[in-house]
């Protein structure tokens, strides 16, 4: 058995985490490989983090592609060999002339749960504007959500499965640049790399819009490291590169900026 309580212990994402850990206590006893549902990045970095000590198992995530911020966990025990092709994923595409109706990621997701399926079967969701999106899903749905998945705000859908390599994932536009801090304050370099004033910023941490490592942060005076990734709601995602010191003692930071 696995030290259950050891493991969650400061855990934010408890109900998730215990969850995965029946599934790898199951994997353990019956030498096969288990699959859980989709997970949220937040949910992923925690699990990660929380399994890492453990030598019994091992975990491996798969979203359909390599940048899929949803993904499912296969876990098995450490002797048995595992591979992306163990972790079940399928693609939708989900086509309508969205010219004159157009459609965010929510008015699609909210139509594939409007047809009464729960948000942890369903994977990424690639908007492609006027022609519609691709999701990812659960094999098990896929029958049902090409029969029952007709429409999206006012316009008809049609909802077949595609295969993996036709997605159509654009690569994120990045913008490398550079700042001079006195400090490696979250609110000072979030606010560089994001091109805002340090007083928005400060708002928006206090507001819990801000995650490091896809962890809430409230506290504008949190430290940053390399390596460390800045994401807010809306606005992209900041990664922090290389800090080196200058001879004022004021630290050089180089960012990359996704859009």
Sequence with gaps: MLPRED?????????????????????????????????????????????????????????????????????????????QSQVAVTALDIAGNFLFDTATHRDFLGAMLGTGIVREKTGDIIVLGERGAQAIVVPELVEFLEMNLQQVRSVPVKTQRIDLSELKVREPKKKELSTVEASLRLDAIASAGFGMSRSKMVDLIDGG????????????????????????????????????VTKKDRYRVQLTRFM
């Design 209 to 244: 819009d801000v995650r490091v490592n896809w962890k809430e942060v409230t506290q504008a005076s949190s430290q940053l490291k390399t390596g460390d990734l800045i994401a807010i709601r809306g606005k992209g995602r900041l990664e922090v590169g290389e800090i080196a």
């Design 7 to 83: 493991l969650l212990k400061g855990v934010e994402n408890r109900e998730s985490v215990a969850r995965v850990i029946d599934q790898a206590e199951q994997a353990i006893k019956t030498w096969e490989v288990v699959v859980t549902d989709f997970l949220s990045p937040p949910e992923l970095v925690e699990l990660q983090g929380t399994f890492s000590s453990l030598t019994e198992v091992q975990l491996l995530a798969w979203g359909g592609y390599p940048q899929a911020e949803r993904q499912r966990v296969a876990i098995a025990r450490s002797e048995l060999p595992l591979d």
